[in-house]
């Protein structure tokens, strides 16, 4: 046993520093104290840092052919920056490739340094009740749905599909494929009266690539508190920041990412500063069995 003493824990929802410290007892956080605690414990003080929980980020272009590639790719956007788990989609055209697809997206990822959860990206033309059945039974929590007009989206059979997605509730996230901002505005906002109307479990917006992840999203995809929260119970997976490489901004605090001191997945260092310990094989693949449990 030992104590993560003096961390200065950023809260994303709250835009606050909390200035608490962790008791680990076999990689996990076995209570959560003050600060400033007397005990003959061993002690790490990282009151010179600002702590966080690693970060989840979207990927839809991760390379699996080349293992040295698929080395530098990770090392370059997710190791250094504070990121130990991906939100990577499968895409298929036509429903009868779900299987096929699924199988050699899981066989790509057996040697991902990462964690991951795989999602499904598909035209909304074939957005189908038997589809989203499918994603039930192999727990695929996340949908990305293609659109490239607003108009298909008064034409879908929403009410089956609301009833095949129950209780489960995957979530549909817009991937918008016109390259116009007047056209991606007109989608969106009818994506949201759409399916606002319909009672569809849905992201208001797109997710950006290779950038950390809300929150607010991980609880609606249910990754929350798993991923994006340090509490009891949980495991040992943080960054620690260097303090004078912190900028605060309007909302809340951006990291320089080139500047992160040490990153720590399941109570192992994967990453000082620019040095990475690169274990292919180790991440494993996160099962979500219930989405928006906290929102």
Request: aromatic content about 10%; proline content about 5%; charged content about 25%.
């Amino acid at each position: 046993m030992y104590i993560i003493e003096r961390a200065n824990v950023y809260s994303e929802e709250e835009e606050c520093i909390k200035n608490i410290s962790f008791y680990i007892k076999n990689n996990a956080v076995q209570s959560i104290k003050p600060a400033n605690v007397k005990t003959p414990i061993l002690k790490m003080d990282v009151s010179s840092f600002i702590m966080t929980p690693t970060h989840v980020m979207l990927d839809s272009h991760l390379p699996s052919e080349n293992f040295q590639l698929l080395k530098q790719y990770s090392k370059r956007h997710y190791l250094l920056k504070g990121c130990h788990t991906i939100i990577t989609p499968f895409s298929i055209q036509y429903e009868y490739q779900f299987d096929r697809e699924l199988h050699k997206k899981r066989v790509s990822l057996l040697n991902s340094p990462v964690d991951y959860v795989l999602a499904l990206r598909l035209p909304i033309k074939i957005l189908s009740p038997s589809l989203i059945r499918k994603c039930k039974k192999e727990k695929i929590a996340i949908i990305f749905v293609e659109l490239d007009d607003e108009s298909l989206l008064s034409q879908m059979p929403w009410g089956w599909i609301r009833e095949a997605m129950f209780p489960y509730n995957p979530i549909l996230i817009p991937a918008i494929l016109s390259n116009k901002d007047t056209k991606r505005k007109t989608i969106i906002k009818r994506w949201n009266e759409v399916l606002d109307e319909e009672k569809i479990p849905r992201l208001f917006d797109e997710i950006q690539e290779k950038t950390p992840i809300s929150v607010k999203n991980l609880k609606k995809f249910g990754l929350y508190p798993k991923r994006g929260d340090l509490h009891i119970g949980g495991e040992i997976n943080y960054n620690l920041y260097f303090k004078n490489k912190i900028v605060a901004e309007q909302k809340g605090i951006h990291y320089d990412y080139d500047r992160l001191a040490i990153m720590v997945h399941k109570g192992r260092v994967v990453t000082s500063e620019n040095a990475v310990a690169f274990r292919p094989g180790c991440g494993e693949e996160i099962i979500i069995n219930r989405t928006s449990l906290f929102v």
